[in-house]
């Protein structure tokens, strides 16, 4: 399975952006899709996830209200809409995807696209 992200940039605080995740390959085994994130100098962290059919979502606290995660009709688009961007959002954005939801992220990650929130 091979995952492309696309949608990062710069933007001031309490604008949008909107991250998109491409996946391609053998994905009959993908249930469960997600962004994961990364600031400089701290740990990686569960942003949100959704289930294959897009019926079931879950988001972190930090972002729950604020961010939105859908799939596309075909399945093998996932986005995340990000509203409200605060300074604290500034980090590498990874797509994920793995046949179960992994508070540590499935086997597969995209290259990740940098996301910078401005104050």
């Known amino acids: 399975v091979q995952l492309v992200e696309s949608g990062g940039g710069l933007v001031q605080a309490g604008g949008s952006l909107r991250l998109s995740c491409a996946a391609s390959?053998?994905?009959?085994?993908?249930?469960?899709m997600g962004w994961y994130r990364q600031a400089p100098g701290k740990q990686r962290e569960w942003v949100a996830a959704?289930?294959?059919?897009?019926?079931?979502?879950s988001y972190a606290d930090s972002v729950k209200g604020r961010f939105t995660i859908y799939r596309a009709d075909n399945k093998n688009t996932m986005y995340l809409q990000m509203n409200s961007l605060k300074p604290e959002d500034t980090a590498v954005y990874y797509c994920?995807?793995?046949?179960?939801?992994?508070?540590?992220?499935?086997?597969?990650w995209g290259q990740g696209t940098q996301v910078t929130v401005s104050s």
């Open positions: 994920n995807a793995g046949p179960y939801f992994d508070f540590n992220g499935g086997p597969y």
């Open positions: 959704i289930t294959s059919g897009g019926h079931v979502t």
């Open positions: 390959g053998s994905t009959n085994n993908v249930n469960v």
